[in-house]
Each structure stands twice: as C-alpha cells, then as structure tokens.
C-alpha cells in the first residue's frame, strides 16, 4: 500500500518563504519519479515540479520558475517543495504524487493522470 503524507504548509507572507515535504511509504522514490500539484476550489488541479526517479531532472511550471524548487531525499524517501517569493496566487491546497510508472524517464509529467498515488494535500495560505 502506498502512502504519502504532506507537511509544512500554513500561512505565509508574500515575499516570504515556506517548504513543504512529503513523506512516501510503500514504493521507494529512487525507482519512481515524483510530482507536485496545486489546486485552488473551482479550478483544475495544476502542475508545479516534477523530478525524474534518477533525481537528475527537473519540470517546473513557467509560474514558479525561479521561486519554487523540489528536491528529495532517497534515505528518507521524501520529497520536498521549497517555495521562496511567495506570491497571494500561490495560496492553493498542494499535493504531492507518485509516478505511475517504475523507472520510466518519458513521463507525461504535467497531467495528473501521470500519476497514480497522491498524498491528501497541505493548505497554502499567502498572504500581503
């Protein structure tokens, strides 16, 4: 059974910072790339960051170019979403997700249906 538990969101200022990390059980994140997503009531769920399961590569949404960054650690099977610059669109319930598929480098990364195990989500609250 795979898992995964996000933690770390809250309230942040504009300009401010904050990290966000997801803690994954039952399939090991050196084999499987991983996803972040946003969504915010009304609106699709979008693409944040993916990182390829070598951990070599890295997709971003053009909105958080430069401000977001995901990184991982395979010891403690975790992934994380640094966010910096915060901006009052950012506020969003995030979520992070598993690849489908083991060791594949071509994934679909910017749709969710690349994906198939997502954690229950961390509000992110920014405010001016």
């Known amino acids: 059974q795979v898992q995964l538990v996000e933690s770390g969101g809250g309230l942040g200022q504009a300009g401010g910072s904050l990290r966000l990390s997801c803690v994954v059980s039952?399939?090991?994140?050196?084999?499987?790339?991983m996803g972040w997503f946003r969504q915010v009531p009304g609106k699709e769920r979008e693409f944040v960051e993916h990182?390829?399961?070598?951990?070599?590569?890295?997709y971003y949404a053009d909105s958080v170019k430069g401000r977001f960054t995901i990184s991982r650690s395979t010891t403690k099977n975790t992934v994380y979403l640094q966010m910096k610059s915060l901006r009052l669109e950012d506020t969003a319930v995030y979520y992070c997700?598993?690849?489908?598929?083991?060791?594949?480098?071509?994934?679909?990364?910017?749709?969710?249906?690349?994906?198939?195990?997502w954690g229950q989500g961390a509000q992110v609250t920014v405010s001016s």
């Open positions: 997700a598993t690849d489908r598929r083991e060791m594949y480098l071509y994934s679909d990364y910017g749709t969710t249906t690349e994906y198939d195990n």
């Open positions: 039952g399939r090991t994140i050196n084999r499987y790339a």
């Open positions: 990182i390829s399961w070598t951990g070599s590569s890295v």
